[in-house]
């Protein structure tokens, strides 16, 4: 983020001075008071109105405005903000397969709730995520095994510790929005990518910004009050439903344009219709509109354009069977029954029959065919040979031929030569052919029917030439029919046809066109008369809302006063400007502050954060200063991602002043055992200034963080959830996996005791058994702290070989160690004592002297480790040794 040379106070100042009055006074005033009373909201609506123009000036005289020296930062209030701690949470319903019974007590600083997969943990740690404060919301599904269940809403008990000494009671249920609980805040695994992806609100608002929130809030007010102004004056546009889009009169167009910039006077132009004078009008124009409509011109030269069309259409039915017995068809058709009639001699007398004088008996077979065809050519092959001189011999007993015998050989070629069959065949098919046309004629000849359209235009132009028509075309049928019987038996027919003459038909198709052509269309002339009686009938309905139409455009002026002033505007304005505040006093604390949060995770690169705002508020997200096209999480891996977004909540967490405690669930996946280590010990940390509660499967991280909270002195409380017989969410307080540190369990030894002379017999021999375990286990932490110098360390996963250097390789320390440890062993609970033991308890006492024992040992073993690491100091001083292992 770049440096501003300007101060914010200097940037505010010249800002404000350029506001006017109204906005000047809001900001004013909102620095004098924490908060503004309805008068005060009054007294600025006041100011805003007349800026507008919607009121008349104020008689009183304003006060003079100046920030000039006034504008100082909203000092931080020292307010101590009411510390809750989380007691217990409970009575879980609804929450995946949770054991009824399922219950965990918080610890003030640190607590650990342990369990493994499966065991309930992220079923609490996703209702926590939607109670309290996270990064989106969790789906916290039923316990899904049973069928029967309906779907219930996910419950349970919160048990908060307000400083009051009794426990407040929560009921919460999925969905609720409860400030105490939301005063924690949740980090997991799904909180990873919205952190470090994602456009987040900042969650706190610092004091010095809070005034740009009350500016926007007074803003929202007055938007509020002009908003209700404006539905109390709201007026409904009368106009609205009056006119139909189609309607273009002068008014219709005036009445549907009417907006904030409408003169009063322009409108009662439109709104002065007389009744007295206006009402006749109206009456003459509508009679002289109907009376040229019923003249009804288009209809009437529609219907002479179809009689024309019909007249002409029946005209050419009846030509084209005219046109059947022109000269022309009379000649054609004689013609043809004469040349059928010669065919048919040609073909009688060159026929087969015509050369049998009963002699043979083969006349006329293929065999004499073929004779005849090869004597043809023996008579041609020597007519040719003779110079075409006819041949005078028989070709065969080449006797001379006679006069009947030559007319014999004649009559044979015309034979082969002859086509007259092939003709006649050809000539009976063209007769076929007008019987047919003729018979088609027949079937469609006119009926003169009153239904046929063309028929009832004559008959009603001319009935008496419909009638004649009518006789005429019978008499031409019953030729018709005589024509089909005598060219059927191939006999000429006549000529006398009766003549038809179809003129007085083209007459009537003429007139008609003269008819239309004189008809004159009204239309233009109805448009201007309906043009003038719409623009009279607008006007009358206008008139009868004259006064709702006054009111109407008053509301309007009114309305684009107020719109003079963009109230959204100016808050957006407002945003902005609280934005570059933000920058200036609190974007470079939030990222230094984040950037110490990434160190002391080990995450050596830059995040770079933008902001923008919206109102009441400042959104932030993260790129990387070197890809920053990019979201964070394509460059990172996975353990980066989740260091740097846990920097991020841990910067959030302590600049919210709120913020009472914290919550993790199971926030080191894939990190390494390093950055582990670093992230346990900034949890131990900052659980010396809130309340820290941590769900984790992780035993080596857990581990990690009892380590460095027993370093540092803090408390720290530990549960084990376990599923017992299927059933997740069974607790376990107060003991999980092994833990304990040397410090602690001679702590837990000597608390195991405390008030001991108020407990009765049963609870005392508990109490001393749970001491006389709890000192057993400080003697084997003992040997891992002290004799081996954490050389091995449970739940780690390499050996400390440089710590060799600090083990004490004492054998008599180390039996006096094994020892003690086992005359303890021998008085705790684990084992079943015998009958003497029973009768002989160990006492208070003979602890006290276990204990003084034990601290003898422990006071030797660190001298002796002391004075080993003196000489190792010594050692490496005199000679350097190369750094080796771990």
Known sequence: MGENNETPIESLESWLSGKPYWEQYIWKINLEKESLSDADIEQCYQYLSEHLGIIDKLPEEKRTISFKNEIMPVQEVQVEPVNLKLLEIRDFVGVNALSKDCSIKFGTNLTLIYGGNGSGKSGIGRLLCNACFSRGEREVLPNVRLAAMSDPQAK???????????????????????????????????????????????????????????????????????????????????????????????????CKGITGATKESDFLKHASFNPTTDDSVISELQKSIDEKKKLDIPKRKSQLAADRQNLAALKATLQGVIDQFADAKVQQANQLIKDILEKIKIVESLSVQSFNNGILSTIGSPEWKSLISAAKELYECEKASNKGKEPEHCLLCHRQLTKNEKSLFQKYWQFLESKAEEELSRLVNQQSSLLQELHSTKITYPKFLVTDAGVKVLNDENSEYMTRLKVQFKSLGDTLDDWNLKIGKFHEVSCSVPAIDLTPIDIIIENQSLEESKLVDPADEITNLTAQLNSLKHKKKVTEVKDAGLEYIGFLHWLAKVEGVRLSGIKMATTKKRTEAFLVSVARNYKGLFNQELARLDCDFNLVMNTSGEQGSTVKEYRLDFAEDYNPSQILSEGEQNACSLADFLTEVQLDRSNCGIIFDDPVTSLDHERKDKIAKRLAEESGHRQVVAFTHDIVFMSKLVKHADMMNIPTAAHWMRKVNGVPGCVEDNTSPKLASLASLKNDSQESVKNYASLGAKEQERALGAAFDYLRSACEALIEEVLFANTIQRYEDHIRVQNLNDVLFDQASALKIVDLHGRISKVILAHDRSDQLRENLPSLKELEMFRKEFNELEAGLKALRKAAINDRKVREETMPAKKVGW
């Open 156 to 254: 349970a008990t919160c048990f908060l510790d307000n400083g009051s000494g009794t426990p407040n009671k929560i009921e919460y249920s999925l969905g609720d929005n409860i400030t105490d609980l939301k005063r924690f805040s949740v980090f997991d695994s799904k909180s990873i990518l919205i952190h470090l992806d994602k456009s987040n609100h900042v969650k706190f608002t610092p004091a010095q910004i809070k005034i740009f929130d009350k500016v926007a809030a007074t803003i929202s007010k007055l938007e509020e009050k002009l908003n209700n102004e404006k539905n109390a004056r709201k007026k409904d546009n009368p106009f609205q439903s009056m006119f139909l889009d189609s309607d273009t009169t002068e008014t219709a167009v005036f």
